[in-house]
């Protein structure tokens, strides 16, 4: 399918590994122009590389002035933004129990007060010029609250809210703000967690992760070449009636509609 989109200019945050590098190399694919970000610059610069029209970018979109410079850094290098790809860190794991305000404050500053930074800085010329794509990397706990993970759930949930009434703010002028949520995708940070699992029960990560596949109607992990090729398509002029809603990839485990 062309997705019409060739030609456009993207930035994606955090994406110097797993879901938000998939999305940039995905985009890149469909011959996007797309800013590469992130606190690795070293890995920014090589990614981008090795994509045609990309630029890697070295910033720590947490520091207080981290969005800003990417929206300066971005526009000076490629000019106008039609995407936006909205992702950042995931939380360290906590209980809902044991959380300090601080450790809640930070959350919803780094998931969502930047990505509203970002998106402010896009969206006037979005709107002007008829045409824009935002779309924010989130997490299955959006939908189903993830036991251990009360910091993610918390700032991702207060993002996809925002977003959500930003959709029906912006649709008329041809502007799209949509969530991808995965589920269990095989990248570092969901190694991580398993890591961490297997500590906590004395197992080892390799049986947590059997536990967890057999879990998963697909009966394994996703693969990010999965989530890249939705995040595109949800990012191209064919999804152009799909706005205000989160999408999930992740064969089918988490058991709501």
Not at 26 to 41: D, H, P, W
Not at 82 to 90: E, F, R
Request: some cysteine; proline content about 5%.
């Amino acid at each position: 399918m062309e997705l019409g989109i060739s030609g456009r200019n993207a930035f994606v945050c955090a994406s110097t590994g797993g879901l938000g590098e998939a999305t940039a190399r995905a985009l890149a694919a469909e011959g996007v122009n797309v800013v590469v970000s992130g606190r690795r610059g070293d890995r920014a610069r090589a990614i981008a590389a090795e994509l045609p029209g990309a630029v890697g970018i070295e910033v720590d979109l947490t520091a207080p002035d981290g969005a800003d410079q990417l929206l300066a850094a971005a526009t000076s290098a490629l000019g106008d933004i039609d995407i936006l790809v909205l992702n950042g860190p995931g939380p360290r794991p906590a209980t809902a129990s044991v959380l300090t305000i601080d450790d809640t404050t930070q959350a919803v500053h780094n998931l969502l007060l930047v990505h509203q930074r970002l998106v402010a800085g896009v969206l006037p010329g979005m709107r002007e010029r008829g045409w824009g794509r935002v779309l924010a990397i989130g997490s299955s706990g959006v939908v189903a609250p993830i036991p251990r993970l009360a910091l993610s759930n918390i700032g991702r949930s207060a993002l996809a809210a925002y977003l959500k009434g930003l959709a029906a703010e912006v649709a008329a002028d041809g502007v799209t703000a949509n969530l991808l949520l995965p589920g269990r995708i095989a990248t570092d940070r969901v190694a991580s967690l398993d890591t961490a699992q297997a500590e906590r029960e004395q197992r080892t990560p390799e049986e947590v992760r059997a536990s967890t596949e057999a879990a998963i109607p697909a009966g394994r992990y996703g693969d990010p070449t999965e989530f890249g090729a939705a995040a595109a398509f949800l990012c191209s002029a064919k999804a152009s009636y799909i706005t205000g809603t989160a999408i999930r990839c992740d064969g089918g485990m988490v058991a709501t509609l």
